[in-house]
C-alpha cells in the first residue's frame, strides 16, 4: 500500500517515529533542542539537537512572543544533522537572542518550527523576550443603515362645503328679505368656520330701465347684501362688492319669472385653501313681480 493511498485521517503529533508513516505525505519531524536554554561558557555558546538524519537546519530569530511556538523573523544560522540525526553550532554572538528552528529534507520537503528556546550571548547578556505584536482589529464597523425615507403624507381629504349661490330682489329694490336672510346666515356660518374665506359680492339687475340706473341698483343690492354679513360679524376686509349692473343676466327670456331670476346678488368665494366648494343655485327667496 501506498503513502498516499492511507489518506491524511487526524493530525500526528508534531514530532513522531513513526510520522513518516502517520502522514500521507511522507512529513519530516521538526528539530528537537537539547536544552531549552544555552549559555556560553569560555567561548560562544554550543547549540545543539537532534533532527531527521541528513536534513538542514535553519535557526530564526523570533519576531514576537506567542507562547512555546512563535512567529519566526529572519534565519540567522544553519547547521546540518548528521547520520544520527545530531547537529550543532556555535554561536559567537555577544548579544542573546530567541530561536526556533525548521528541518527541511530534499526527499521529504521541511518541517514545523520547533520550541522557541534561549540563546545567551558571549557577553553574558539575556536577551530580552520578544514583545508581542499587539493585535489591532482592522474590521471597521459596518455602515449604519440609510434612514428610512418616511413616506409621503398622503393629502389630507378635501372637506366639502355646501354654499348657496345667490340670493334674490323684488322688482327695483335693494332691502334683504326675511328668505334672502336666511339664505345669507348660511354663508355667514360658512365664513366664521373658515376665517380664511373671503368673498366677493356681485350685483345683477334685470334688463329694463336704463344702464346707468341698473349699475347703480345693482351696486345697492350688492351693498345691501354686505351690511348684512357686516352685521353677522364678518369683517369688513374679507368683503367686496362687484356692481354689474344688467350685464350678466341669468336668463336670456323675457318672462316675469326670468327678469324675477336676473335679479340678484351672487356669490364669489375667494381663497378656498383645498375646501371642496360645492355652489347650489336656490330659488326659495324668488320674488316674482305681481
Same mark, same amino acid.
Given at each position: 500500500?501506498?503513502?498516499?493511498?492511507?489518506?491524511?485521517?487526524?493530525?500526528?503529533?508534531?514530532? &513522531?517515529?513513526?510520522?513518516?508513516?502517520?502522514?500521507?505525505? +511522507?512529513?519530516?519531524?521538526?528539530?528537537?533542542?537539547?536544552?531549552?536554554?544555552?549559555?556560553?561558557?569560555?567561548? $560562544?555558546?554550543?547549540?545543539?539537537?537532534?533532527?531527521? @538524519?541528513?536534513?538542514?537546519?535553519?535557526?530564526?530569530?523570533?519576531?514576537?512572543?506567542?507562547?512555546? !511556538? &512563535?512567529?519566526?523573523?529572519?534565519?540567522?544560522? %544553519?547547521? %546540518?544533522?548528521?547520520?544520527?540525526?545530531?547537529?550543532?553550532?556555535?554561536?559567537?554572538?555577544?548579544? +542573546?537572542?530567541?530561536?526556533?528552528?525548521?528541518?527541511?529534507? $530534499?526527499?521529504? +520537503?521541511?518541517?514545523?518550527?520547533? $520550541?522557541?528556546?534561549?540563546?545567551?550571548? %558571549?557577553?553574558?547578556?539575556?536577551?530580552?523576550? @520578544?514583545?508581542?505584536?499587539? !493585535?489591532?482589529?482592522?474590521? %471597521?464597523?459596518?455602515?449604519?443603515?440609510?434612514?428610512?425615507?418616511?413616506?409621503?403624507?398622503?393629502? @389630507?381629504?378635501?372637506?366639502?362645503?355646501?354654499?348657496?349661490?345667490?340670493?334674490?330682489?323684488?322688482?327695483?329694490?335693494?332691502?334683504?328679505? @326675511?328668505?334672502?336672510?336666511?339664505?345669507?346666515?348660511?354663508?355667514?356660518?360658512?365664513?366664521?368656520?373658515?376665517?380664511?374665506?373671503?368673498?366677493?359680492?356681485? +350685483?345683477?339687475?334685470?334688463?329694463?330701465?336704463?344702464?346707468?340706473?341698473?349699475?347703480?341698483?345693482?351696486?345697492?343690492?350688492?351693498?345691501?347684501?354686505?351690511?348684512?354679513?357686516?352685521?353677522?360679524?364678518?369683517?369688513?376686509?374679507?368683503?367686496?362688492?362687484? $356692481?354689474?349692473?344688467? &350685464?350678466?343676466?341669468?336668463?336670456?327670456?323675457?318672462?316675469?319669472?326670468?327678469?324675477?331670476?336676473?335679479?340678484?346678488?351672487?356669490?364669489?368665494?375667494?381663497?378656498?385653501?383645498?375646501?371642496?366648494?360645492?355652489?347650489?343655485?336656490?330659488?326659495?327667496?324668488?320674488?316674482?313681480?305681481?
Amino acid at each position: 500500500v501506498r503513502a498516499y493511498q492511507r489518506a491524511d485521517g487526524a493530525n500526528p503529533p508534531r514530532n &513522531s517515529h513513526h510520522r513518516r508513516t502517520d502522514t500521507a505525505n +511522507g512529513a519530516i519531524n521538526a528539530p528537537e533542542f537539547d536544552r531549552y536554554e544555552f549559555v556560553a561558557t569560555d567561548g $560562544p555558546a554550543m547549540v545543539s539537537g537532534k533532527a531527521d @538524519p541528513g536534513s538542514e537546519i535553519d535557526i530564526y530569530q523570533v519576531v514576537e512572543d506567542d507562547g512555546i !511556538y &512563535s512567529p519566526l523573523g529572519e534565519p540567522i544560522a %544553519t547547521a %546540518t544533522a548528521d547520520d544520527q540525526g545530531q547537529f550543532q553550532l556555535a554561536w559567537d554572538q555577544p548579544d +542573546g537572542v530567541w530561536v526556533s528552528a525548521i528541518a527541511s529534507d $530534499p526527499l521529504y +520537503g521541511t518541517s514545523e518550527p520547533s $520550541p522557541v528556546i534561549k540563546v545567551v550571548g %558571549t557577553a553574558g547578556t539575556m536577551p530580552d523576550r @520578544p514583545t508581542p505584536t499587539p !493585535y489591532i482589529a482592522s474590521c %471597521t464597523p459596518p455602515e449604519p443603515p440609510p434612514e428610512p425615507v418616511p413616506p409621503e403624507p398622503e393629502p @389630507p381629504e378635501p372637506i366639502t362645503l355646501r354654499i348657496p349661490r345667490n340670493i334674490h330682489f323684488a322688482l327695483d329694490r335693494s332691502n334683504i328679505s @326675511p328668505e334672502s336672510a336666511n339664505i345669507l346666515d348660511q354663508l355667514a356660518a360658512a365664513m366664521k368656520e373658515y376665517p380664511f374665506l373671503t368673498v366677493e359680492l356681485q +350685483g345683477h339687475t334685470d334688463p329694463r330701465a336704463s344702464v346707468a340706473y341698473n349699475q347703480a341698483l345693482s351696486e345697492r343690492r350688492a351693498l345691501s347684501a354686505r351690511d348684512y354679513l357686516l352685521r353677522q360679524g364678518i369683517a369688513p376686509e374679507r368683503l367686496r362688492i362687484l $356692481p354689474l349692473g344688467e &350685464s350678466q343676466r341669468a336668463t336670456t327670456g323675457s318672462s316675469r319669472l326670468d327678469y324675477a331670476r336676473d335679479r340678484r346678488v351672487e356669490f364669489i368665494l375667494i381663497d378656498t385653501r383645498g375646501l371642496d366648494i360645492i355652489f347650489e343655485s336656490q330659488e326659495s327667496d324668488l320674488q316674482i313681480e305681481p
